[in-house]
């Protein structure tokens, strides 16, 4: 064990995601096994802010029966405090109050951003990719993705039957703010007509409504659509527009919230326990800025600024709306920008494939 850590604390931050509590306990378990003191920070970096009452050293006790539980244990909320420098001062403050010498942070791009903040401060830090979007280019899988979709698919397979019943198409909107990797995947899954993303650069309005037409004529009674949030107040809309040019009854619904609680499936369990313990590790080898992702099954401390650049570089190249990251790349090397853009080619890739696939098993004729 490296000798400068004795402390660290634990932290979720952002939109909860299933499986967080089994992150939370794996960090835990592991550090306290690796002669650490385990210190719970609750509500996320306001807590943090907030120091004593919101606190807890860990025992072993303190994160059992947790794991099988949707939420976060430790909880969560947004905290604008934090971004100011006087709120970073302050939690810098704490930190040396209950002599925290590292944190391991648990969620999304805004809490990498934070526990950044933090690293330039003096204060180590590990993210750990939770979120339900799989919005974060760099990793594979971020944990909660797979519960959510299991949640989706369940509840489409419900929708389905109903409009089986009744001869209708159910547009389904699911979160993904800035991903579609929750639409896209769980469309191909529920053997949807049709699916929208903002990654479909070739997605055009009218095939999909004259499929629907030709399914219709062809005898198909039932139609499911898959919409993600992210393309901006569409889906109500798309579901008038189906049932006006098609004269099938169409259904709309948001399914929200609902995707993000519940029980972690045993995958999301499984990626919680590897990158709690890869995370430990990264803080003890002396890594820090950095958070774990899952690549071809390793576990890989990624450098979170260049996560950040990829991730806006990534999402440029579908999303006019986030801007190109010209100025943070300036601090790497030709060489490396090139390795960036083929990292966001070999995405685009994978999701070019999965828009295929679903094109390729939709159609009825
Ligand atoms: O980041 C995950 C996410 O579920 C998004 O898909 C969604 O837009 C957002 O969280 C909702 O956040 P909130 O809980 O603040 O409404």
């Known amino acids: 064990m490296a000798k400068e850590f004795k402390r660290i604390g634990i932290l979720t931050s952002g939109g909860d995601a299933p499986g967080m509590n089994a992150a939370v306990r794996a960090v835990t378990r592991y550090a306290l096994k690796q002669g650490l003191e385990v210190y719970g920070i609750y509500e996320g970096y306001k807590g943090l802010i907030e120091g004593k009452g919101s606190i807890k050293k860990f025992s072993p006790r ?10 976060t ?82 509840a489409i397979d419900r929708l389905r039957d109903t409009c089986e019943s ?75 527009r189906i049932e006006a040019e098609t004269g099938v009854e169409t259904k709309f619904a948001r399914l929200a919230h609902i995707v993000r609680g519940g029980s972690p499936s045993l995958a999301d369990r499984l990626l919680a326990a590897q990158m709690g313990v890869a995370a430990v590790d990264a803080l003890l080898a002396g890594k820090q800025n950095v958070f774990i992702c899952q690549r071809d099954g390793d576990m890989v401390a990624t450098d979170i600024q260049e996560a950040i650049a990829t ?28 390795e960036m853009k ?17 094109e390729n098993i939709s159609n009825y004729q």
């Not at 399914?215 to 919409?227: D, E, L, M, Q, T």
């Open 311 to 338: 991730d806006k570089m990534y999402k440029n190249s579908f999303d006019s709306s986030v801007k190109y990251p010209e100025e943070a790349l300036k601090a790497y090397s030709a060489e490396r920008i090139a």
């Open 342 to 358: 083929e990292f966001c080619a070999m995405r685009t890739k994978e999701v070019q494939a999965l828009l295929t696939i679903s």
């Open 166 to 240: 009744h001869a209708r198409c159910n547009v389904v909107e699911v979160m993904g703010r800035n991903a579609g990797y929750i639409a896209l995947e769980t469309s191909i899954a529920v053997g949807a007509t049709g699916v929208v993303v903002k990654e479909d650069l070739n997605y055009q309005e009218d095939a999909l409504i004259e499929k629907i037409r030709v399914a219709r004529a062809a005898g198909k009674r039932n139609f499911i659509v898959v919409v993600a949030e992210g393309v901006d107040h569409y889906s109500e809309g798309l579901a008038k």
């Open 62 to 71: 303190d994160v059992a029966n947790i794991i099988e539980k949707g939420g």
């Open 73 to 154: 244990a430790l909880y969560s909320a947004r905290c604008v405090e934090f971004k100011e420098e006087a709120g970073l001062q302050r939690a810098i403050e704490v930190c040396r109050e209950f002599q925290i010498d590292g944190i391991i942070a648990i969620g999304g791009d805004g809490t990498f951003r934070g526990a950044s903040d933090l690293c330039k401060r003096g204060i180590p830090c590990i993210g750990i990719p939770a979120t339900i979007d799989n919005d974060i280019t760099c990793t594979d899988r971020s944990i909660g993705f797979d519960t959510a979709m299991n949640t989706v698919v369940e």
